[in-house]
């Protein structure tokens, strides 16, 4: 087979969606979300990843507000939050944060005998109650923000729950489909930090569009 | 089902790895590739994509070499280059780089009309021509690798390609898979940031053991 390489990013991503588009066929996702669907495969080449997503009914309109409104971004690991565009959110203002790497944070987890992604989210839930919460890595930092939301301490504006693993990840994710929360998630082990990355980027281009 | 929460983070490693050997089952892979299957399955929930690795057979040895010998690692994307672990490199003492966020790759890609993963790579191959090279996002940059690699310009002592995507990063990689230098990568579309960290960590796991 011939290749003919492409080197315009634009053209590219062109492409790739219009490729996406056709081998991904029928699916029962709104108008909407399907960009999101649309951005997670591009990320994964995977598209069982994309058609295992689930989205709360008001998770696109909850997401683009709080974008819009500057809402802050809390991301369990760096990974995520170098990821996400900050470029896409320059206008709107939203500040990126990740605690994980804290040093009172580290300090905290050893006295109480807890993981670091754990005390991350409690901390972030003193700091950002109502932050935008996208946990793409650990499944535990995932359950303790369900605790979080569930004794009323974060109250997030939207939470992208898309952990990966053979621990916990699919059940955790369960967890947060069962909690009467703004949330996108998926289903089964699969996910991760591009996923997550992903999911953003997908919601600050809506966000950016004036129709959304 | 009632769902036990395990906290401790090597004991959910620990588990992981367990699932992930029971459920793969038979393979062809050496008992030093294996390890990076292992992770690199760990990091995606995964099979298929565990399953698509492609070892040069000089690729394990030439990891284990050069990180102990701190060769600067470098990295197309901020994603993998904070994925990779300090903790684990310290010992060795390996710079970890990356070159797409610098004003003067962006300032000579845009005069030379190239993409700024390109350009990144042409300034890696002339700071660190004998580099481990990781390409976990750009099609364009492996290709560009390639090039400098078949020019003489980079001789890398180890090429981890494992670029995601609809558009040339399945031929990027075959590209790779012919050309003769260590290199780990995978057939297929499927890839990413967080699987190119994997392979990268293992291996440092690795040359930390006093046995491999």
């Known amino acids: 087979m011939p290749f003919k390489e492409i080197q315009n990013p634009q053209a590219i991503e062109d492409k790739s969606f219009a ?10 996702f709104t108008d909407r979300e399907f960009p999101v669907v649309q951005r997670v495969i591009h990320a994964s080449a995977d598209f069982d990843l994309g058609r295992s997503l689930v989205f709360h009914p008001q998770a696109i309109t909850a997401g683009i507000e709080a974008i819009r409104a500057g809402t802050p971004i809390i991301a369990d ?19 990126v944060r990740v605690y994980i790497g804290d040093a009172d944070v580290a300090a905290k987890a ?18 950002a109650p109502r932050g935008i919460y996208v946990i793409g890595n650990a ?11 569930q004794a009323g301490v974060a109250r ?12 916990s990840a699919a059940e955790s994710k369960e967890q947060l489909m069962a909690l009467d929360v703004p949330f996108i998630a998926n289903r089964g082990r699969k996910g ?9 980027n997908a919601l600050a281009i809506l966000a950016g569009q004036p129709e959304s």
């Open 77 to 95: 690991v760096q990974m995520v939050a170098v990821g996400i565009s900050a470029a896409r959110l320059a206008r709107f203002g939203n500040a």
């Open 156 to 167: 997030p504006s939207l939470i992208i729950g898309v952990p990966v693993g053979f621990v």
């Open 19 to 28: 490729i996406i588009t056709e081998e991904l066929g029928p699916h029962s």
């Open 110 to 127: 050893q006295a109480q005998s807890v993981t670091r992604a754990i005390m991350a989210m409690r901390k972030a839930a003193q700091d």
């Open 139 to 149: 499944p535990t930092a995932l359950l303790e923000l369900i605790r979080l939301t």
């Open 192 to 200: 991760g930090s591009t996923i997550a990355v992903a999911i953003v």
